[in-house]
Every structure is written in C-alpha cells, then in structure tokens.
C-alpha cells in the first residue's frame, strides 16, 4: 500500500493543498502556517548588519528573543541593499522590519511598535578640517555624504530635502571613503555604525566626531500592513517592556559590539 494511504485524512489534504498551490502563490497567501521573515538594514552595526544570507544585529537578536518567547518561529533573512528592505515591507514580501525609524512616510505602510532603542545621529569629519558646528544650520554651506534609504525623523529629513547639499551612496564604506578623499565635507549617520565601521577599515584614528548628536531617534519593530502577523504587536510591546526593565537590551547592544568587532579583526 503506498505510504500516503497510511496518513491522517487531514495531512493528506494539507500535503494536496501545498502541491496544489496555484503558481505564484506562496504558502502564507494561502493561510499555510510559515515563519515570521525578519529583515534589517544590512550595513548598520551593531544593530544589524549582513552575515551571509542573513540580518544578524541587536535589532534581529531582540525580535527573535521576543518572538520565541511568544512561540513564534520566524527566519532573518538579508535580502538587499536599506531601500529594497523597506520596499519588500512595502508590499509585504517582509513580514517585520526589525530596527526602524518611525516617520510619517513609512506610518502609510508599516506599523510600528513601542520604541526599544535610542541611537544618535552624528555629523563626522576629518580630523584637522572641523568647522563651526552649533547645530543643523551650521551645515548648509557645507557638502555632505550619508545612505540612500535612510531616515533622521520628518523634521531632519525635511531640512536635509530643502536646505543641504547632500550626496547618497550605497555603504558606510562609501561614505567613509567620500569623507576621506574629499568628495564631501561631512559625513552624517549613526555614530556607533560609523565608529565601529571606520576602526574595521583601519580608519578611525582619521575621523573625529564634531556632533554626536545631532539627531538622536528611536528604533522600532515594524510589521507590514499586509503581513498577517502585525496582530502580535500588543504582545511585542510587552515584551519590550520586560526585557527593557531587565536590562537585556543593554546587554544586547554590548555583546553585538564585541562581536562585530571580532568579526573585523
């Protein structure tokens, strides 16, 4: 007798449905059960970035701290370049965006959780060429470099899209190397990001921080409005209300700094 006959009438009928898929039809369109997919941004340690086929960081550790506590199984996967991420969210080839900004622009797509994490927003140069440096308006006649993709909050981005000359590029490296070599007068993004980045090039010793803060935001969860799972945000929100008051996040961010370290050297 062919071993299918020997299954339960109901896996029989799931095994047919999953082989019987229409084309073009992924298991989750059709309610089959399927991980939650975690994505990040691929070049923003030590909060995520690229390991392989994966988003590994303290962003993607904390969603899957959270996510196993609740029994859910999810899949952290690397699947391009920021802009591509925040697109696949879009129309809901991602199910959960694992560390954010929250803005008006992404309000239209995603849905964020309870903020988990600060992360300042800095303005780099190199060492010997600083220049008065109150605040953002002190940038204006200044060329600057940062990601394509990116965010600093409606009020910063608004003021880079009106008043700044600002050059976007693809990496952390890009922008080190259009600092270095001239091509731009500051660099401005995320300070560990730029630190630890600049210490893997051999680097850091050139760049100095002229403001560490000049935007300090928020990181988010944030689940696509077409992902079924955005229903879990309730139970998320509670959860990063424990592990904040247990300090794990704390630990998160310094175990991902030693280990990016590690990697680099």
Known sequence: MPEWKNRKPETVLLLLL???LPAGVSAREDGIHAPIIISGHPDYPPFMWREGDR???VCPDLAGMILTRLGKPYDSRFLGPWKRVQENARYGRVDLIAGIYRNIERESYLDFSEPYCEDPTSVFVVKGNTFPLAGRQDLVDHRGVTLFGDS?????DRFIEKELRMIRVYSVDMMIDHLLSGKA???FFGYYAVRITANRLGVGQKLS???KDMVVENFYFAFSRKSPYKELLPAINRQIRRLRDEGR???L???NLNRYIRQSH
Do not use: P
Not at 152 to 156: A, H, L, N
């Open 185 to 187: 007068e500051y660099l």
């Open 209 to 211: 921080v002229a403001k």
């Open 152 to 156: 600093f909050g409606d009020s910063m």
């Open 18 to 20: 999953i082989f019987h």
């Open 253 to 255: 961010i310094n175990d």
């Open 249 to 251: 996040i704390d630990v």
């Open 55 to 57: 988003i590994v960081g």
